[in-house]
């Protein structure tokens, strides 16, 4: 497994990196060349902004460039393996992973300049989009239409399609709507050598799409996207229930699962995350309780109130405190809003934070709540859950201060403990943010060499030189491939 | 000989293994031995692609049955491939669950066989594909690995997604044994309308469908298929509609349904709940039902607001060959199935080149999925070449570069 401990930030021409000296003269004299001046920035302190994304560890780059078409997407893919320079791309750097932060060295490769809606098909409800486009900046742009795009983590106000495709993102909705792949109709990509692909999930063959999607940027830069839309709902109703400890909230989620019931989002909040949120947005949750649901209908005003019904009943008989039903609709955004600024508000406890991501079957919430509650307490960690209950996604967040290395240290290993915890209880070890670099080599504790070898076979295919996001996903020490393709 | 032979019985040259050791062992010894595997499930969508390439072992899935976890509470099943999606579907159903599969023939298809075929149902545009559903699998590749993605969970970004790419690869890339899928709470009711579409209604009817404020679950418009779906014809043909809820919602569903099939001047609806989705099912039977050598049935994939157009370009270009011509356009998704016939299957035999000719012509991606007139191998049945099938073939020679499992089967020759 990793530790990387250390913050100290990994040198742009650490081993690996074939760009020495004069190379990196002529990369940045070509990418200028191609792309001109204010799109390619070397100097260290630029270079530095890029260094991480919300993982502990990070690494500088050779160059970042901003590209502003798939043909300059294309062209920095050809001068950088010209130079013998890795590519990471790069969308809004919210990934808890080290996904988008260069390893060896590289060129990143930036999307914020290709952030437009390209086309929008009402009729059959689907939008062609640039990677750089802000998750929440679509459903703004197509809210007119009575539509919206369903997959909606929680940083989509900053995090980017391109990087939402990446990671195969989830969010609250994902519950009912799926995550992002189920969302991603057809893809333009840039392959390791520059050329461009099309991939569409009509086309007969292969469904190289779903491949691509949540693929890291170990495959392809995807340099646009046909996304589907969702009608939105007639009516939506937002529920919150109060529970004295986290087991009966838990217990309660389960049931409303095994009862057949499944709700757009079931988020379920700790006593610890609950009384930061509550400093910080006054969104009006019950502080005094030991975990609250934050429970969301969206369909026919039909079916609403059945719903109500059913979802109060689980919850009393699960020991309820409380059951509040959001009046209006500022009054449900303001709920939201708790939710969704819940890992900032945290900002409070400790000046830092480091979110796991992990999945466990939904009946094994409970037990899995404890493991974490007590791998946190074994090293002295202070621990808030706040979390996709009704996916069984789980989201500890552990606080520290990163200028403490013990503190630091103390949050690896209760991490590390946490995908254990998710792993025994027949779960994984990412249920939406990928493995990136931190738990590559989680990698061998869930698949065999057999079932890694399978993905390494799909990898040959579409990097052979391992030029796309290399010391990602595969643990450390996979190696190029025995045969290399033509 | 593969070692453990004695495990599995033959039918001449076919093998029907019951477990997953053994498919491995018969692939690794037919890659070593450059033996060409043909597989076949409940063999319902053999019309669809061509033939594999002069197989000399046909490895049948069907010894493959059974559930090898049940979470109902977790919404999660894992089941072996060869386990008809019937079997499936009463398990869950008994728990109040589905899958939807959506595909012909549930008592004989399988489920390897059904995701092998990327099969594409009715209910996708309410509920996704079956794709999206598939959450783990086991799959043993040409050289006899074992290979496992994915797992129990809903969610899981854990390395590639390679339960998806094994969807719709007409197994050229490996053998599925397990499929891991969540499951759906089963909607309580089902309503089923028929109603004959008079002179100048289709059009309208068919918007009004597709504007419907609670979608149905699955809608078509159906011209011919008068013995196999069920409903009086029209002078524009019938529509049938699938309504699936609660009762509240059924009941609103169908005022919604009359008054905006009222608008459209569709006069008469019968309304069914006894059987409707057994008349339903039929629907979907009808995709792939052929007469004998007689027919031949294509499967086209406009949008949803191409589709009436499209349908009727089809019959006009059946009707330039005089050939005759069924077609059931699904209204939510926009595909559209269309068989051609003669009374004769010669006379559909001297004539279906040309036909087809003309069908991809008009609509290049057109793939044949039914038919068993000697003249089918013949045609373009794939449609033509997606986009990336350079990558895909790049991908066939990474997983089986000896062209062990179903050769030419697939698309542009893989």
């Given at each position: ?486 | ?294 027919s031949i049935t294509y499967r086209v994939y406009p949008f949803a607001d191409a589709s009436e157009e499209c349908t009727l370009r089809l019959h006009e270009v059946a ?21 051609v016939s003669d009374r004769d299957a010669r006379a559909l035999a001297a004539r279906i080149e040309t036909f087809d000719d003309a069908v991809h012509e008009f609509e ?51």
């Open positions: 497994m990793q530790p990387h401990l250390v913050f100290n930030v990994k040198g742009g021409h650490a081993a690996g990196s074939a760009c020495h000296g004069e190379l990196s003269i002529v990369l940045r004299e070509r990418l200028i060349e191609a792309l001109g001046t204010d799109a390619v920035k070397t100097a260290a302190e630029d270079l530095a902004v890029y260094a991480f994304d919300a993982y502990t560890d990070g690494g500088t780059p050779s160059a970042v460039v901003l590209p502003a078409s798939t043909r300059e997407v294309s062209a920095i893919v050809k001068i950088a393996r010209d130079c013998g320079e890795p590519i990471v791309a790069r969308g809004a750097g919210t990934g808890l992973c080290g996904g988008a932060v260069p390893t060896v060295g590289g060129v990143i490769l930036s999307f914020t300049r290709m952030n437009r809606v390209l086309q929008l098909d009402e009729a059959n409800r689907r939008a062609r989009v640039q990677p750089g486009l802000i998750n929440l900046d679509l459903s703004r742009h197509v809210a007119s239409s009575g539509l919206f795009y369903a997959p909606d983590p929680s940083s989509q106000q900053i995090s980017t399609i391109g990087g939402n495709i990446a990671t195969n993102a989830g969010g609250p909705h994902c519950l009912s709507y799926g995550t992002t792949v189920n969302h991603v109709l057809a893809l333009e990509v840039v392959d390791h050598r520059g050329e461009v692909f099309t991939t569409n999930i009509d086309d007969v063959g292969y469904d190289l799409t779903a491949a691509l999607v949540g693929s890291e940027g170990t495959l392809g830069l995807v340099t646009s996207a046909w996304l589907r839309l969702v009608t939105l709902p007639q009516a939506v109703r937002v529920w919150i229930a109060a529970f004295g400890d986290v087991d009966s909230a838990s217990e309660a989620v389960s049931a409303i699962i095994a009862a057949g019931i499944v709700p757009t989002a079931l988020e379920m909040m700790d006593a610890v995350i609950t009384q930061a949120v509550e400093a910080a947005f006054h969104a009006g949750y019950p502080t005094d309780a030991g975990a609250i649901l934050l429970v969301e209908y969206a369909g026919l005003e039909e079916d609403a109130d059945a719903a109500e019904a059913a979802i109060h009943a689980i919850a009393l008989e699960h020991g309820a405190r409380s059951w509040r039903s959001a009046r209006s609709k500022l009054e449900r955004e303001t709920l939201w809003a708790g939710r969704k600024g819940a890992a900032g508000a945290t900002g409070r406890i400790a000046p830092n934070y480091y979110t796991q991501d992990v999945c466990v079957p939904r009946s094994k919430l409970p037990q899995a709540l404890r493991l974490v509650e007590s791998a946190a307490a074994e090293n002295g960690v202070t621990v808030g859950n706040v979390f996709h209950a009704g996916d069984g996604n789980l989201h500890p967040l552990l606080m520290y201060d990163k200028r403490d290395r013990k503190q630091v240290a103390a949050v690896v290993e209760t991490g590390n403990a946490i995908l254990n915890c998710a792993i025994d209880l027949g779960g994984t070890i990412s249920g939406e943010h990928g493995i990136g670099w931190e738990k590559r080599d989680a990698m061998t504790r869930v698949y065999s060499t057999a079932d890694l070898a399978a993905m390494g076979r799909v990898r040959d295919v579409f990097d052979p030189a391992r030029v796309l996001n290399p010391e990602k996903i595969f643990p450390t020490g996979s190696r190029c491939p025995e045969v290399a393709p033509p | 000989m593969p070692r453990g032979r004695a495990a599995v019985s033959i039918v001449q040259e076919r093998i029907r293994p019951t477990s997953t050791d053994s498919v491995s062992e018969i692939l690794a010894d037919s890659d070593r031995s450059g033996r060409k595997v043909s597989i076949v499930g409940g063999n319902t969508l053999a019309g669809m692609g061509f033939p594999a390439e002069g197989p000399d072992t046909t490895l049948e899935t069907t010894g493959l049955t059974g559930v090898v976890a049940n979470e109902p509470a977790d919404l999660a099943i894992a089941v072996r491939a060869g386990t008809p999606l019937q079997s499936l579907s009463t398990v869950l159903a008994a728990q109040g669950q589905f899958l939807p599969f959506d595909a012909p023939q549930p008592h004989s298809a399988t489920i390897g066989g059904t995701l092998a075929a990327g099969w594409l149902g009715p209910r996708r545009h309410l509920y996704g594909r079956i794709r999206d559903y598939l959450i783990g699998s086991a799959i043993v590749l040409a050289d006899g690995t074992i290979a496992r993605a994915g797992g129990m969970v809903p969610k899981n970004v854990a390395g590639y997604d390679m339960s998806r790419l094994y969807v719709g690869s007409f197994g050229t890339l490996g053998i599925l044994v397990q499929a891991n899928f969540k499951t759906v709470p089963r909607p309580p009711h089902a309503r089923l309308f028929l109603a004959p579409l008079p002179e100048n209604t289709r059009s309208r009817a068919m918007a009004q469908l597709r504007a419907l404020a609670i979608p149905p679950a699955g809608a078509f418009w159906v011209d011919g298929f008068h013995k196999a779906i069920d409903g009086a014809a029209g002078d524009e043909g019938r529509i049938v509609v699938l309504l699936e809820g609660s009762n509240a919602l059924l009941e609103r569903a169908t005022r919604d349904l009359r008054s905006a099939l009222g608008r459209a001047g569709v006069p008469e609806t019968t309304v069914t709940d006894a059987g409707a989705r057994e008349s339903f099912e039929r629907v979907v039977d009808a995709y792939v039902a052929c007469l004998g050598e007689r009707q330039r060959f005089k050939l005759h011509a069924e077609t059931i356009a699904d209204v939510m998704n926009g595909d559209v199935v269309l068989r290049p991606r057109a793939q044949v999925v039914a038919g068993k007139n000697p003249q089918r191998d013949y045609l373009r049945v794939w449609g033509e070449a997606p986009a990336a099938i350079e990558q895909m073939r790049a991908l066939k020679a990474r997983f089986d570069p000896n062209r062990t499992l179903n050769p030419g089967r697939f698309v542009g020759g893989i």
